[in-house]
């Protein structure tokens, strides 16, 4: 019945273009068989009696809205709640069923003059579909046959809206309007009654769906009267019901002398259902009978899922950003297709060929490197389709950087869209199975010289295998708006998915548009706050719940400036204790990460420019109110904001956030809404437009900026949410473990440089180091890197190494005097 009822609503709604509808299910064989449909109409609105007496919702509703309740339902006690429907079939208990949102067609209600009409908050929904009537055909009685047409204006305006029984909102009206309503004789009840319907009907035609005004519905139904005079001699008609509620003695039914008598087929009342029910549960909710109707929803939603088309989503991370994406994004395309998130290092390439459509989300690592489980071992499928294995990927990639490049620049002034292939040097075609379609979105940073490589040769590789790029890939720069360009990338790619596969019909594209709305972290002022806590994670877990790597505690032995005194160069030997964690146990050649630790002088700086700093040695957290579109309407509550984990205001920045990176030109513009000075506001309005210029002739820190424009009133939580993550520094190992075991060596080069400002800068991590003593420790995370061993290590070898090769040279210069060693 659920199923027949949700096609009809579905059917007659027509988005607004309504058609008239019946769907009749099995007649009655006797009194204790009945199929029957409790709700008066397939779309009510609830009401809800409070304990004052008064009544929310649509009063007409109230003992229907107590027995769903009763049944299980979950009333969000608003105004205008959508009721579910009890369904009885044969006989039995009624079941109840929620009507999915995207099937109710509502029309807010406004006015075409007055703009405070829409702050009344009304709307109705579109069909009125009769539910509780009884057919009588021929003797046979069908006691649940749905019926539906269109509203007329007054229907709504006058008996929904201006009955004294339902939402009766004359009065409410009538004040806005400013009337007169100490005496009736003013009319203000008739001037209020008609811009009401003025409204309604207004609102309708806006939105075009299908509505009719009682002028023209009387003399439609007077030209009915007159051809069924004609044809059959008479015409039975009920004169309460035909002539409108409004401006009666206008219209011609008025004055249409009228028989009401009975004439079969016909629709007659019935008794409410609930009077005369003999339950066969216990109180009327037999636990079996729920499950049943869940089990029974849920096959419904198996077959309308097994329709659609298929979209898998894969992502591969290296701090966990791509996954978060990849699931938001899968909350918006399950809308109107079957999507699925697999991460890459999962997803069995086999299955590529039978794929519909794939969306990739993927970050870039490091200079250019597949992230962490996008990489594969090279023996894991034996299929042609390795190819799209990352360690292929990684190969094939290199050789196109020069075509890649310029993609890059030449994607900024193109248009979206499927593109063709005249922008990649393609390495020849392909021989594997075709792919049909797909969409890459990469998330970079452009402090790299190799931004979205891996995401720009995943796209390439794609089209190579056949593949249609339904929409351009997209971009996100970490220091720039990354957020921001991934909302406008899944917008634009789920439509023209939708596009693509002539589903967008079906779809609300404005509803799945709030899946990106109810994940966005944009700051604002009333969004976020900080809580004190009274425990905070370990810096190593801290850290791991950040970047999503195992990070351990390394103890500094002996740190010895290389260059000697007079040289203006610095570059620092460090010896680390490893503490036995066999974690970091490591080849020559490999590579370690360092988590860095920003300056402190720079950090106590930028807690004096809070405007609410909390105490030094106070653990806080930061709270997001979180809104979600549920089917119990919106829900607020505040949520743990987890970019940041518990810890003082003085860990965070110092090693949590980059404090040290100029601020993007979206956090230059929060700056300017908080400045207090215009000619501040003014001033950072134009650097976040003059951007690059500014970033790269000055290069400053938080810091600066806030002390060249001291009006800016900085709240704690725009910092703690929006500045980037202090990412890793990634050195080569300078040493062996065959002769240092227990140790790792570093040789870190010291950067340093003058702003135009001539003020001195260093890199945060050689900032940091020099300051570490011999009970100190720094946090280190190996990363394995691709180094070829000498295979015959007796033997002479020669080697030139310029750069960071200088430090893998001496590890492995190292392991072969070991391996020499008898």
């Not at 608003?78 to 999915?100: K, S, V």
């Not at 720039?480 to 967008?504: I, L, Y």
């Not at 400036?561 to 490893?578: A, C, D, G, M």
């Not at 957290?621 to 970019?643: F, H, P, Q």
Request: charged content about 25%.
């Amino acid at each position: 019945m659920f199923n027949y009822i949700c096609n009809h609503i579905k059917y007659a709604t027509n988005k607004g273009n309504l058609r008239s509808a019946i769907t009749i299910f099995p007649q009655r064989t006797d009194s204790k068989h009945d199929f029957r449909i409790w709700n008066a109409q397939l779309i009510r609105y609830a009401g809800y009696k409070q304990p004052d007496g008064t009544i929310l919702g649509d009063p007409a509703n109230v003992e229907l809205t107590e027995i769903c309740i009763q049944q299980g339902w979950k009333a969000p006690h608003g105004r205008f709640d959508i009721l579910p429907l009890l369904l009885q079939a044969n006989g039995n208990d009624p079941e109840l069923f929620e009507i999915p949102p995207e099937l109710v067609l509502e029309v807010p209600i406004r006015h075409p003059k007055f703009e405070w009409f829409k702050d009344l908050g009304l709307k109705w929904y579109g069909l009125p579909a009769v539910s509780n009537m009884l057919l009588e055909i021929g003797g046979l009685e069908f006691s649940a046959c749905p019926f539906s047409g269109w509203y007329m204006g007054t229907e709504i305006g006058v008996r929904d809206y201006c009955d004294n029984s339902r939402y009766n909102i004359l009065e409410q009206v009538a004040k806005k309007m400013n009337l007169d309503m100490r005496k009736t004789s003013s009319l203000w009840k008739d001037q209020a009654l008609v811009e009401i319907n003025i409204a309604v009907l207004y609102s309708f035609q806006s939105d075009k769906v299908t509505i009719v005004d009682h002028h023209s519905a009387t003399e439609s139904f007077i030209k009915h009267m007159e051809n069924e005079y004609r044809c059959r001699g008479g015409c039975p008609a009920d004169w309460v019901w035909i002539v409108p509620p409004m401006s009666g003695s206008i219209t011609p039914v008025f004055h249409q002398e009228m028989l009401n008598y009975r004439l079969t087929p016909s629709f007659e009342y019935q008794p409410d259902p609930w009077n005369t029910h003999v339950w066969k549960g216990v109180n009327g909710t037999p636990t079996k009978k729920r499950a049943i109707a869940v089990k029974f929803s849920a096959k419904l939603m198996g077959q309308a899922m097994a329709k659609r088309v298929k979209a898998t989503i894969l992502y591969a991370t290296e701090t966990g950003k791509s996954q978060v994406y990849a699931k938001t994004l899968c909350e918006i395309f399950k809308h109107a297709f079957d999507a699925k998130v697999m991460s890459m290092d999962e997803y069995d390439i086999v299955h590529l060929e039978h794929e519909t459509m794939v969306l990739v989300v993927t970050s870039t690592f490091g200079n250019g490197d597949p992230p962490e489980n996008g990489e594969q071992e090279p023996h894991a499928h034996l299929s042609p389709l390795l190819i799209l294995d990352a360690v292929a990927v990684h190969r094939s990639y290199k050789v196109r950087f020069n075509s890649v490049s310029s993609y890059s620049d030449a994607r900024k002034s193109s248009s979206d869209g499927p593109d063709s292939r005249d922008n990649f040097e393609s390495t020849g075609t392909l021989h594997a199975p075709p792919l049909r379609r797909f969409s890459v979105f990469g998330l970079g940073s452009r402090a790299y010289p190799h931004f979205c490589a891996f995401a720009r040769a995943v796209d390439t590789l794609l089209e190579e295998l056949g593949g249609e790029r339904i929409l351009r890939m997209g971009e996100g720069d970490e220091l720039c708006g990354q957020e921001e360009s991934f909302r406008t990338w899944a917008k634009k790619v789920f439509k023209a998915a939708c596009d693509v596969f002539c589903v967008g019909d079906d779809v609300n594209i404005e509803k799945a548009n709030n899946s990106l709305i109810s994940n966005d972290r944009s700051w604002k002022r009333s969004k976020f706050r900080l809580t004190y806590v009274a425990e905070a994670p370990e810096l190593t877990q801290g850290l791991y719940s950040i970047h999503k790597k195992r990070v351990y505690a390394a103890r500094l032995i002996t740190r010895q400036n290389l260059q000697s005194p007079k040289s203006s160069r610095l570059t620092i030997f460090l010896r680390l204790h490893t503490n036995g964690h066999q974690e970091l146990q490591y080849l020559p050649g490999d590579h370690l990460g360092v988590f860095p630790g920003n300056h402190e002088d720079l950090v106590n700086a930028l807690i004096d420019r809070l405007e609410d700093a909390p105490p030094a040695n106070q653990l806080v957290k930061v709270e997001l109110l979180e809104e979600r579109n549920t089917a119990l309407g919106v829900i607020s509550n505040w949520t743990d904001e987890n970019r940041v984990p518990p810890c003082t205001i003085f860990q965070a920045f110092k090693y949590y956030l980059d404090i040290t990176t100029p601020p993007t030109p979206l956090l230059l513009q929060q700056f300017a809404l908080l400045a207090t000075s215009d000619k501040e506001k003014k001033r950072l309005q134009v650097l976040s437009k003059e951007y690059e210029e500014w970033k790269w002739s000055k290069n400053p820190t938080i810091v600066e900026v806030l002390e060249e424009f001291p009006s800016v009133q900085m709240p704690s939580t725009l910092l703690l949410t929006q500045l980037p993550l202090l990412q890793p520094r990634y050195y080569s190992i300078s040493s062996s473990p065959e002769m240092y075991p227990g140790e790792v060596h570093l040789t870190v080069a010291v950067v340093s440089y003058r702003t135009r400002g001539t003020m001195l800068m260093q890199g945060s991590v050689e900032t940091g180091l020099p300051n570490f003593c011999t009970c100190a420790s720094t946090e280190v995370s190996k990363q394995p890197w691709s180094w070829c061993r000498w295979t015959q290590p007796r033997r002479p070898c020669s080697r030139q190494d310029t750069g960071e090769d200088t430090g893998r040279s001496s590890g492995a210069a190292m392991e072969s005097l070991c391996l020499e060693a008898p």
